[in-house]
């Protein structure tokens, strides 16, 4: 391959170094106000209220420590001392 046709490449499949990362949760952005609408569609139904209600405080959580999605964060601070809040929230989801 050339290095102008794996230049191409790299853009369009978004894995070289030219791609741009993904952009950073922000409070405000259509994703948090999706979210907002979605819970609010569920008012009366407390379970999937709360459900959704607790995404969005983790967006907004993220947001706010500037971390992206596919990363852990969590109110106890940063993963090097959440004393694996991690883990223990992936168990109680099974
Ligand atoms: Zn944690």
């Known amino acids: 391959m050339t290095s102008k046709a794996r230049q191409l490449f790299?853009?369009?499949?978004?894995?070289g170094p030219s791609s741009r990362p993904e952009p950073l949760p922000r409070?405000?952005?259509q994703f948090?106000?999706?979210?907002?609408a979605?819970?609010?569609?569920c008012i009366g139904?407390?379970?999937t209220?709360?459900?959704i209600d607790g995404l969005l405080d983790q967006y907004r959580l993220h947001a706010d420590t500037?971390?992206?999605l596919d990363q852990h964060t969590c109110e106890n601070g940063t993963p090097d001392d959440c004393h694996g809040c991690y883990e223990a929230a992936g168990k109680e989801q099974q």
């Not at 979605?38 to 569609?41: F, H, I, L, S």
């Open 10 to 15: 790299e853009v369009i499949t978004r894995t």
């Open 27 to 29: 409070r405000g952005d």
């Open 32 to 36: 948090e106000q999706w979210l907002k």
């Open 38 to 41: 979605q819970r609010d569609a």
């Open 45 to 47: 139904h407390a379970t």
């Open 49 to 51: 209220y709360n459900a």
């Open 66 to 68: 500037g971390t992206p």
